[in-house]
């Protein structure tokens, strides 16, 4: 009897979920920007889209308005970003803590969709500590494209902004992270 009441408890978890396994690839088209601001500028990063290729192996479980991703983890290399600028560059690798932390990591753990909105649950990893983000992000199905914007506060990875002219310019904690992601099934 025990065993029957397993079995329909198995059953009634299933219900609703499928499972599928899928490679999927981030084409060196793909762009990562992320944005800050001093008291006197702004700075705009952006991530060579030579280090952006990248195959995964997800796994896919779906419940209604859920998907539970495994394997969605994208590896960003700390010293691939160009600010455009020597000095800011030097300054945000430093930031970033890269030589002793060489990679940014994101795991994509689970999308919520409801109607047109899809929410991705982040886990984001900068400098050993991990965090976990609800971004909003558009899915286009023609071109497999993926877009979406992360405000992080850089002290949360316990960070800090670095002072120039004996204080005098101050770099912004709030960072924008923007993704624009061409995948291939």
């Given at each position: ?59 896919i479980t779906r419940n ?7 394997g969605a983890k994208i ?31 994101i795991n994509v753990r ?76």
């Open positions: 009897m025990k065993s029957l009441h397993i079995i329909a408890i198995l059953i009634l978890l299933s219900f609703g979920f499928s499972k599928n396994q899928s490679k999927v690839k981030i084409t060196n088209k793909s762009e990562v920007t992320i944005k800050g601001k001093s008291n006197v500028n702004s700075f705009e990063c952006k991530y060579n889209s030579e280090f952006i290729e990248d195959d995964l192996h997800v796994s209604n308005s859920k998907m539970l991703l495994e590896d960003i290399k700390s010293t691939g970003f160009d600010c455009a600028h020597k000095m800011i560059t030097k300054d945000f690798k430093s930031i970033l803590k890269a030589e002793e932390y060489p990679h940014i990591v689970e999308l919520i969709i409801v109607k047109e909105n899809i929410s991705a649950k982040l886990n984001v990893k900068i400098a050993g500590i991990e965090k976990e983000y609800m971004v909003p992000v558009a899915y286009n199905q023609n071109n497999g494209n993926v877009k979406g914007q992360l405000k992080l506060n850089i002290k949360d990875f316990k960070l800090k902004s670095p002072k120039k002219l004996l204080g005098m310019v101050v770099v912004n904690d709030n960072v924008e992270i923007s993704f624009n992601l061409f995948l291939q099934y």
